[in-house]
């Protein structure tokens, strides 16, 4: 067989970014929406992001690494165990002046300690601060909690020696200490209470600062408590069980992070208001583009270009498939790739594909009466198949004229899953119609054998990417056998799209596919070339004259 070549039309193809389509987009309106709902929405995310960082690894690790409350109750615990250790080890005789000088040493450079005391038996003898006394440990009541430790813990007392204060006496050995009760202030301004835990019964005893309820078991896990919006930080001292416990809140965070919250809010604002312009100019683009496509359809720019098919078996040309042009006043003309999935996104897309029904009805219709199994591809899309226009200019445009559903092959892109019942319906109802149902771009997308069969597919039209795999080492030239054998199991015919080369064309005739489209036959030509080669069996009908008939049958069981 003498396959002639054909000489392709050079397209200039514009980008479509830099075509003047200025038309419409958003309203004023909803410009301005947009651009409150980027600000507060990003002010949100902002605040949002701040507090969940604050919450989750700001607070924790300030608490891990000594924060406002603990660094506190560190240094007291450290001082109280420490005081009882230097105090054990004062050589000097009990209640000397050299032992009252070091235990007054002793408290002064502490900063919770306030008074040291030692005793024997139930009496006190001396303190740091009051000097030689007799005071009985009895007269203190019972103690509030006694440590495993043998550390003995009273509140409130009031000593002879501080009338009016009330004090926390904590007791080891021979000596007692003096513990300021003061409810220290954090950092953050939150309150930090002071309680006393008995690991034995769990009891927990709020000896200063607002009470804390928190069990023994949470206040002894040493991590912080979140509790609602409230983070909880305690800190205890197992030598004496005495726990520092600090609650911060909304209040406390604000106060503490006021400057990072208003900046992180700041910076969410404007990623916000970037992110609304950016939506607001992508749809101003698209508004802009689709209006001037809408208005295209009534001005002529928009026509159809058809791509003859061919017949591998025979090399007669069996059908064409119709391709949207679009052509500006300027010449420039805008690719269908960039015009169509514009179009996609609205129902404009029916009017594009009720546009092609009716165009090329009505161009090729001397073709469609005079070549019986002439067969015209029409590109569909899934939306079109629930939209009412679509059914409607089917029945205006084909049934009305007489047109045998037969000869008209509906392409549907595999790219986009045709998975609604109402589509499946309706396809099967097309098929029964007479429709032929092609499937575009096969095996590029969501089809599989259960798919092609519960679709009626009369053809797959394999996709250019596997051609262009022919000769190569690559898997999807090792597929293309198994997607020629499984449409042959099926019953389903193969038209093998973007044909450029001899060898691919040798190949596809060899491997058993039927139909064969692209540039080594001929690219898209307006319907008076197609009609004009028609009527004179020049090109692309020449391709045809070594086998006599000029137009063949495509499809199955044709
Ligand atoms: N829903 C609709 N989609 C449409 C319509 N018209 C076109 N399209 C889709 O747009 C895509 C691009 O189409 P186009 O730029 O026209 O490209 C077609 C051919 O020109 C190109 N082709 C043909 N032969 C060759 C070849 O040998 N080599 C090569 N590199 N390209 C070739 O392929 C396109 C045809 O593709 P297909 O439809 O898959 O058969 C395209 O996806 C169109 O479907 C419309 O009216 N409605």
């Given at each position: ?216 078991a949470a206040l ?16 205890c001292l197992e ?272 491997s058993g596919a ?45």
């Amino acid at each position: 067989m003498h396959w002639i070549p054909v000489r392709l039309p050079r397209l200039s193809i514009p980008n479509v970014e830099r075509t003047n389509l200025s038309y419409g987009g958003p309203s004023l309106a909803a410009t301005l929406t947009w651009l409150i709902a980027g600000i507060v929405d990003g002010a949100c995310v902002g605040l949002i992001a701040t507090l969940l960082g604050l919450y989750t690894y700001i607070l924790p690790s300030l608490h891990a690494s000594g924060g406002p409350s603990t660094n506190r109750l560190r240094l007291q615990g450290g001082e109280i165990q420490g005081a009882f250790d230097r105090l054990e080890a004062i050589s000097a005789d009990r209640c000397s002046p050299d032992f009252l000088a070091e235990m007054r040493a002793i408290v002064l450079e502490s900063y919770t300690i306030r008074d040291a005391a030692y005793r024997q038996g139930n009496v006190v003898l001396c303190s740091s601060g009051a000097g030689q006394v007799r005071v009985s440990i009895d007269s203190f009541g019972p103690p509030l909690f006694r440590a495993v430790s043998g550390a003995e813990t009273w509140r409130n007392v009031e000593l002879p020696s501080a009338p009016g204060v009330k004090s926390t006496i904590i007791m080891k050995g021979n000596f007692s200490l003096m513990v300021a009760p003061t409810g220290q202030q954090s950092r953050g301004g939150s309150p930090i209470s002071t309680v006393l835990v008995n690991p034995l019964s769990g009891a927990v005893t709020t000896i200063y600062g607002p009470r804390v309820g928190l069990s023994a078991a949470a206040l002894l896990s040493h991590t912080p408590i979140r509790k609602g919006l409230h983070i909880i930080f305690a800190e205890c001292l197992e030598s004496s069980f005495v726990c520092q416990v600090q609650v911060i809140g909304l209040k406390e965070i604000w106060r503490e992070f006021s400057l990072p919250i208003v900046l992180l809010v700041l910076l969410g604002s404007a990623i916000g208001t970037g992110v609304a312009l950016f939506i607001l100019q992508a749809q101003r683009r698209r508004a802009t583009f689709e209006n001037r496509l809408r208005r295209a359809l009534g001005t002529g720019e928009i026509s159809l270009e058809y791509q003859p098919i061919v017949d591998l078996g025979s090399g007669r040309v069996s059908g064409a498939e119709a391709l949207m042009r679009w052509t500006l006043r300027s010449n420039e003309k805008i690719p269908p790739t960039a015009f169509i999935a514009c179009a996609e996104q609205s129902a404009l897309i029916t009017d594009l594909t009720c546009f092609a029904i009716e165009t090329a009805s009505r161009e090729l219709r001397s073709l469609l009466s005079d070549e019986p199994d002439f067969v015209i591809s029409i590109n569909i899309v899934s939306r079109d198949l629930t939209d009412p226009r679509f059914l409607l200019a089917l029945e205006t445009h084909i049934v009305a004229k007489g047109i045998n559903p037969r000869r008209i092959a509906l392409e549907l892109t595999e790219r986009q899953p045709i998975d609604t019942p109402g589509a499946m319906a309706t396809i099967r109802a097309l098929h029964a119609k007479g429709y032929r149902i092609y499937i575009d771009d096969f095996g590029t997308g969501y089809s599989n054998l259960a798919y092609l069969g519960e679709l009626s597919v009369d053809t797959i039209k394999v996709d250019m990417i596997f051609t262009q795999s022919v000769g190569s080492d690559t898997i999807r030239a090792r597929l293309i056998p198994s997607i020629l054998g499984m449409a042959k199991d099926l019953g389903i015919s193969v038209i093998v799209e973007g044909i450029e080369t001899e060898e691919q064309e040798s190949y596809f005739q060899l491997s058993g596919a039927n139909f064969a489209q692209g540039w080594r036959y001929s690219a898209s030509v307006p319907a008076g070339s197609l009609l004009a080669f028609a009527n004179s069996n020049q090109l692309p009908w020449s391709l045809c004259q070594n086998h006599g008939r000029r137009v063949g049958s495509l499809g199955k069981g044709v």
